[in-house]
């Protein structure tokens, strides 16, 4: 992409809790810090998006593109893709999704229903060379005020050992390339540390993992404990789906769980209001490491294209958050640089 031409994001307005607000509050937001840079694609509601538009300023150039249709957060992801030429191929996610296919935009962000986005995603923009399955991946903060990626969030249930290979060489490309780590350390998420320890599948994969560590894109580390994510022992955590959409969600209501107990805490007497004037700025810094809308926005890493997945419950702030990462993804040719490391380390996928 020529640097001078502008990123156009595809917005799914309709997908979300909070949707369309949210997605139009956080276009408003982050419209204002790249303005020159970028151009919004809102598929939607047309009534609704112009009404929002006139009470949240939209900094930058955009076109707004009629839909028919929502996929609902309750739809199965079989259900989704067999609306995809029936009732849903209206729909403000599958227009969206179809707007990169046809290189009318460069992304879509959408907050809607996840197993919809996947299964959407995957048959209309297919896989990139070598991805049997593509995962959902995020960056999560460390003790050290550091990060770490994460991957599967919950595209996958079931994973095999070479789901979790390829699970293994895509987090680190992209922990090289969003961490900025030259050898990003990989390890696998489990119930100890001992070799001895998991499933045949994650005991499988440890082996591999340890025969091919030697590939110049990555240090192997064995197994992590969940305790120990946060500890800055790795840079790459590599798991199934379910156990990583589990693990995901705990850390979020953990979170939210302390930054409720912090402010009953000060609000519980007179000597907690003054401990809170004394402790005020230190607490905004804390509160903004742990909170989730911070961290909003997963790729959906191994798609033939760059999708976004906002959290169902973002609001405005969140939302521009998750955009920022999809422009961010875009500025670092995040699946050009994923080719070119499959092709470096193909022993990977070698099936024999």
Request: hydrophobic share 40%; with cysteine; aromatic share 8%.
């Amino acid at each position: 992409m020529p640097s001078k031409q502008k990123i156009r994001i595809a917005l799914d307005c309709m997908g979300g809790d909070n949707a369309p607000k949210s997605v139009i509050h956080g276009a408003s937001i982050i419209s204002e810090e790249f303005k020159d840079e970028i151009k919004f694609l809102f598929f939607g509601d047309k009534i609704l998006i112009l009404h929002l538009i006139s009470k949240f300023q939209i900094h930058c150039e955009y076109e707004i593109y009629e839909s028919e249709s929502n996929i609902p957060n309750e739809t199965k992801p079989s259900t989704a893709l067999r609306g995809v030429t029936r009732e849903f191929k209206k729909s403000s996610m599958v227009l969206a999704i179809q707007s990169v296919k046809n290189h009318e935009s460069d992304l879509i962000i959408s907050a809607g229903n996840t197993g919809a986005l996947m299964a959407i995603s995957r048959y209309i923009l297919g896989t990139l060379p070598s991805i049997d399955r593509p995962a959902i991946i995020s960056v999560i903060p460390n003790e050290l005020s550091e990060q770490f990626v994460m991957l599967d969030l919950g595209a996958n249930i079931g994973s095999t050992t070479e789901d979790l290979l390829q699970l293994s060489l895509m987090g680190a490309v992209f922990g090289k390339i969003i961490l900025k780590k030259e050898l990003p350390r990989v390890s696998l998420l489990n119930i100890g540390e001992e070799e001895m320890k998991g499933n045949d599948t994650i005991k499988n994969t440890y082996q591999t993992l340890k025969q091919i560590q030697n590939n110049g894109l990555f240090r192997f580390c064995g197994y992590v404990e969940p305790h120990n994510v946060f500890k800055d022992m790795t840079d790459i955590v590599v798991c199934d789906g379910f156990v990583g959409n589990v693990a995901l969600k705990t850390m979020e209501g953990t979170a939210s769980m302390i930054k409720k107990y912090l402010t009953q805490g000060f609000k519980s007497s007179i000597f907690g209001w003054i401990g809170y004037f004394f402790a005020k700025n230190s607490l905004k810094k804390t509160m903004k490491l742990i909170d989730p809308r911070n961290k909003n926005g997963a790729m959906l890493i191994g798609l033939n294209g760059i999708v976004v997945k906002s959290h169902g419950s973002a609001d405005g702030f969140a939302f521009s958050h998750a955009v920022s990462v999809g422009i961010n993804l875009i500025k670092n040719n995040i699946n050009e640089k994923i080719i070119n490391e499959i092709d470096k380390v193909a022993l990977i996928f070698d099936k024999e």
